[in-house]
């Protein structure tokens, strides 16, 4: 394949990437500054229309420098920004829980981020040449023990930042505000319960053009992409965009070992919910929803915990079909304050998930019948015994072949039980 682009903007993408650095760290200052400075370059530089073309040329090339790679998406998403000349209100959600260190400086503790102050800027410079754009960035404690909130509220107040706000599930729960229906406390939320009453808080207005966004407090997702999510839905009419890491063009660095976990999961859920099967990365914590389908998807809810991305999907995809769209992103992992790395909900989500089949789809099958069943009724007990003895078949393949490929039965998955 060659890159059919003006020489000029050739000679000076390749003089780009020989100064681009291959490995970012996401707690450095001058790395974070770097990337901006790459991407205003290609946004000034580059003609938009070679934007996709010189994305699918060089994203696949791993020697390509990593910086790069985030700025030239970056680059894109400001000059979806740009042309979108009406009125637009963008709000961004984050759930809070143990964010205490995460929110500090590096030199106040080895996993800081700073990723307020952080993802602040990362706002500020997408948007703050384009005055039709609103924003705000929602704050939601998910019941945090470590005081993440006040923190946050220390910092807004000392910076007297204007777009923040934030709030606390438990006083939402005190007040039987009808999106906590069903939580007693906080405890009982994982995530979900403070993202949809930040998705409620986010629309108690009617506003043009609006984007509901949730993304998670680390710095795993460069913030200067919203850009990518805001187009397809309000210029291609979707009702929601989603941030996918396994997208052609998508560009990911992962810690860690492949999860065999994670693909009998994704195997699994697939079986019961057919609806979604065009989708791969349910689990992305970077995605938007078109305002006004907002209360139509967020209560009443099953979920309140991990798995309530895929309850959202499951009833926008239900409200039209083949309306979510897939953003390839760039996604940096960083798992040092991660809530979730030794929980491994795999279990609970999966029984969530066998609800909202019998809850909510509308493609019923003797497949989904029988996943469904599986696992309503899995002891942990004998879920442990599977993860010992996850079926070769489904280990050996690449996610994206599960949207099809179904050979693996309950049958044989009840035997490895044994």
């Given at each position: 394949m060659e890159l059919n682009i003006d020489k000029t903007e050739k000679i000076f993408l390749e003089d780009l990437i020989r100064?681009?650095?291959?490995?970012?760290?996401?707690?450095?200052?001058?790395?974070?500054?770097?990337?901006?400075?790459?991407?205003?370059?290609?946004?000034?530089?580059?003609?938009?229309?070679?934007?996709?073309?010189?994305?699918?040329?060089?994203?696949?090339?791993?020697?390509?420098?990593?910086?790069?790679?985030?700025?030239?998406?970056?680059?894109?998403?400001?000059?979806?920004?740009?042309?979108?000349?009406?009125?637009?209100?963008?709000?961004?959600?984050?759930?809070?829980?143990?964010?205490?260190?995460?929110?500090?400086?590096?030199?106040?503790?080895?996993?800081?981020?700073?990723?307020l102050n952080v993802k602040l800027d990362q706002l500020d410079w997408l948007f703050k040449d384009f005055k039709n754009y609103h924003w705000e960035l929602i704050l939601v404690d998910d019941g945090c023990p470590n005081n993440?909130?006040?923190?946050?509220?220390k910092i807004i107040s000392e910076n007297k930042y204007k777009?923040?706000?934030?709030?606390?599930?438990?006083?939402?729960?005190?007040?039987?505000i009808p999106v906590t229906k069903g939580l007693k406390d906080t405890k009982e939320s994982q995530k979900g319960g403070s993202i949809l009453y930040?998705?409620?808080?986010?629309?108690?207005?009617?506003?043009?053009n609006h984007v509901v966004i949730y993304t998670d407090a680390d710095l795993s997702t460069h913030l200067g992409q919203i850009g990518l999510l805001i187009k397809p839905i309000i210029e291609?009419?979707?009702?929601?965009?989603?941030?996918?890491?396994?997208?052609?063009?998508?560009?990911?660095?992962?810690?860690?070992?492949?999860?065999?976990?994670?693909?009998?999961f994704i195997y699994s859920w697939k079986r019961m919910l057919?609806?979604?099967?065009?989708?791969?990365?349910?689990?992305?914590?970077?995605?938007?929803?078109?305002?006004?389908?907002v209360n139509d998807i967020i209560a009443p809810s099953i979920e309140k915990k991990f798995a309530?991305?895929?309850?959202?999907?499951?009833?926008?995809?239900?409200?039209?079909?083949?309306?979510?769209?897939?953003?390839?992103?760039?996604?940096?992992?960083?798992?040092?304050?991660s809530t979730t790395t030794d929980l491994q909900p795999y279990l609970p989500m999966l029984k969530s998930i066998a609800?909202?089949?019998?809850?909510?789809?509308?493609?019923?099958?003797?497949?989904?019948?029988?996943?469904?069943?599986?696992?309503?009724?899995?002891?942990?007990?004998?879920?442990d015994t599977l993860l010992k003895n996850i079926p070769s078949d489904i280990t050996k393949r690449n996610p994206i072949e599960f949207s099809s490929y179904d050979k693996v039965t309950v049958s044989e998955l009840e035997y490895l039980t044994m």
């Open positions: 100064n681009s650095s291959s490995i970012v760290n996401l707690k450095k200052k001058k790395d974070l500054s770097e990337i901006k400075e790459t991407a205003d370059k290609i946004y000034r530089k580059i003609n938009p229309i070679n934007y996709d073309s010189i994305e699918e040329f060089y994203s696949s090339n791993p020697t390509i420098p990593l910086m790069f790679k985030i700025a030239l998406k970056l680059a894109k998403s400001k000059y979806y920004v740009y042309r979108f000349k009406d009125e637009a209100h963008i709000s961004i959600n984050i759930a809070m829980y143990n964010e205490h260190n995460r929110i500090l400086q590096l030199d106040k503790h080895p996993n800081g981020e700073d990723f993440s909130c006040e923190i946050a509220q777009n923040v706000e934030v709030l606390f599930l438990e006083e939402a729960i005190a007040q039987k930040g998705m409620y808080h986010s629309t108690k207005k009617t506003k043009k291609d009419n979707y009702l929601s965009a989603i941030g996918s890491r396994r997208e052609n063009s998508s560009v990911v660095i992962k810690q860690g070992k492949r999860n065999d976990r994670g693909k009998l057919p609806e979604l099967n065009y989708i791969i990365d349910t689990q992305c914590g970077f995605k938007a929803f078109d305002a006004k389908i309530f991305d895929i309850e959202l999907l499951l009833k926008t995809e239900n409200i039209r079909k083949n309306s979510i769209y897939k953003v390839p992103i760039a996604w940096i992992d960083s798992e040092a304050e609800k909202m089949y019998n809850t909510y789809s509308k493609q019923k099958t003797d497949i989904g019948n029988n996943f469904a069943n599986f696992y309503d009724r899995i002891t942990k007990e004998r879920w």
